[in-house]
């Protein structure tokens, strides 16, 4: 422990990070968890509750979809691909099923609209027959960067899960958010080949 951790100035375990925000203000508190995830590989988190992809073509039928999402309902972002297998856009599933229950209960999702971009996106949503009507851009990393980048990409899209492309941009795997959890619920510098360390 070092004299200003001694001396109050912040708690055991924490570093003011050097770095200081880009508006000028002063240095943050890093934790030692904070400064894991900025490196630790993506490739570290994939897996760990053995989430598959689930990927289905643009010209695929929502009603299709969505048997197939209630088949595999541990994966909640699905990705859509084209003719080549490249991610063009994804579905969460809240979207999918607004497609689909939107014809159900309309008002449900009228009653959230205010203001032209969102009454614009829900006629989008309600006329969707295909995958491809009602896919937003894809959310996507690759195996090595580093699971802080996921974690904003995530919440910044309000999304709960990305997938792994390589440099072409196909897909090779799916991140859920809660594999991020679950990589900090393990002992730190547990190998991920041991059992005990994975999250049932």
Not at 16 to 22: I, K, L, N, S
Not at 45 to 70: C, H, K, M, N, Y
Request: zero cysteines.
């Amino acid at each position: 422990m070092d004299d200003l951790a001694k001396a109050g100035g912040y708690p055991a375990g924490k570093q003011v990070d050097p770095h200081r925000e880009a508006d000028g203000g002063e240095g943050r508190i890093v934790t030692d968890e904070g400064r894991r995830a900025r490196s630790t590989p993506v490739a570290d988190a994939e897996g760990l509750l053995a989430i598959p992809p689930l990927l289905v073509t643009e010209d695929a039928d929502i009603v299709e979809v969505l048997r197939q999402a209630s088949a595999q309902p541990q994966t909640r972002v699905i990705g859509v691909v084209d003719a080549n297998g490249i991610l063009i856009g994804v579905l969460p599933i809240l979207r999918l099923a607004e497609a689909y229950l939107s014809h159900v209960s309309p008002e449900v999702v009228l009653s959230d609209i205010s203001d032209l971009a969102a009454l614009r996106d829900y006629g989008r949503v309600i006329e969707a027959r295909t995958a491809g009507d009602a896919m937003v851009p894809p959310v996507t990393v690759t195996a090595t960067q580093f699971i802080d980048h996921a974690f904003r990409l995530m919440h910044s899209r309000h999304i709960s899960g990305a997938y792994v492309v390589d440099a072409g941009g196909r897909p090779t795997g799916y991140l859920d958010l809660l594999e991020l959890v679950a990589l900090f619920l393990r002992p730190s510098g547990g190998d991920r080949g041991e059992p005990d360390d994975r999250i049932p």
